[in-house]
């Protein structure tokens, strides 16, 4: 029992290690969506959008605030568990990550949880959420400035997420402004 003496804090720190790099590489791929062999990323967008609608305007889930804060406490940790994942895959934007997706994804969504609850959308909801889908999936493949700016210059992390942000963000301002139209 002596040599292990000293060895079981190193054994557990290794443990620990090993079992939250598993849950940010499960987090990352959005459990398991990113390992799909075509196109990753948009199935993740439709998956999110579906879940999303699903939850508000099936099972009217409409707490904005916790919305909101739930988002940014995943933003936050997602840099953690795409930097801590990264290592997982073989290239510096691995196209099994698309926790970014999820991001860019929700924000034209959450957008839509307001305008709906402020009664600033008069078409069918159901064509926002198509809509908000769109507009994330060709802003993220296309990628305009800033989203490009992220994309080339930041081979890391951070530009992993950040491209889908700025992308979520140009699908959010067209999002408002065909509300204000319709």
Not at 34 to 54: D, Q
Not at 91 to 98: A, G, L, T
Request: net charge positive.
């Amino acid at each position: 029992f002596r040599s292990w003496k000293g060895k079981s804090n190193s054994l557990r720190s290794y443990l620990l290690h090993n079992a939250m790099k598993k849950i940010n590489v499960l987090l990352s791929t959005f459990f398991g969506y990113g390992h799909l062999t075509k196109i990753p990323g948009t199935v993740t967008s439709a998956v999110v959008t579906v879940f999303i609608y699903i939850a508000y305007e099936i099972l009217g889930y409409t707490d904005l605030k916790f919305s909101i804060i739930f988002f940014i406490l995943l933003f936050f940790y997602s840099f953690y568990a795409v930097k801590d994942s990264e290592s997982e895959f073989k290239n510096k934007d691995p196209r099994q990550i698309v926790i970014d997706e999820v991001l860019g994804q929700s924000m034209p969504l959450i957008l839509l949880l307001y305008l709906n609850q402020t009664n600033q959308i008069s078409i069918s909801i159901e064509i926002y959420y198509i809509l908000s889908f769109v507009f994330f999936r060709f802003f993220d493949i296309l990628k305009p400035f800033p989203v490009s700016y992220f994309d080339k210059n930041h081979k890391n992390y951070f530009g992993i997420i950040m491209d889908d942000i700025m992308a979520g963000l140009y699908s959010m301002i067209l999002i408002y402004l065909i509300s204000l139209k319709f």
